[in-house]
């Protein structure tokens, strides 16, 4: 059974910044063949869309409330899939989850998490003064 780890959630300062990682613990389940994608579910609400990384070309995508302050990327040697937070804000309070699919694009939009396939366990993100 794949298994995709978040790490690195944590209690920030408005303004601070995080590192996000979503391992991927089985070798054969690569980077190369899933897209990646970050969903965030803030306390009382639905989960939503942030960022994506497809497989084809390592391309990426963002929801508006990333742009600009959020990074993805991935260490295809490590099968490891990032998410670096700058310029944090208290409505980016949530818990992050990494997610796979098989297909190349990315899928970002309301409900799209069901067009994925794998999911992680979730990592706490608490932006607080």
């Known amino acids: 059974q794949v298994q995709l780890v978040e790490s690195g959630g944590d209690l920030v300062q408005p303004g601070g910044s995080l590192k996000l990682s979503c391992a991927v613990s089985?070798?054969?389940?690569?980077?190369?063949?899933?897209?990646i994608a970050w969903f965030r579910q803030p306390p009382g609400k639905e989960r939503e869309g942030v960022s994506c990384?497809?497989?084809?070309?390592?391309?990426?995508d963002y929801k508006n409330s990333a742009e600009g302050r959020f990074t993805i990327s991935r260490d295809i040697t490590k099968n490891t899939v990032y998410l670096q937070m700058n310029t944090l804000k208290p409505e980016d309070t949530a818990v992050y989850y990494c997610?796979?699919?098989?297909?190349?694009?990315?899928?970002?939009?309301?409900?799209?998490?069901?067009?994925?396939?794998?999911w992680g366990q979730g990592t706490q993100v608490t932006v607080s003064s």
């Open positions: 990384i497809n497989r084809k070309d390592g391309n990426t």
């Open positions: 089985d070798s054969t389940f690569t980077l190369e063949d899933h897209t």
């Open positions: 997610a796979a699919r098989d297909g190349y694009i990315c899928l970002l939009g309301p409900r799209t998490d069901d067009m994925y396939d794998y």
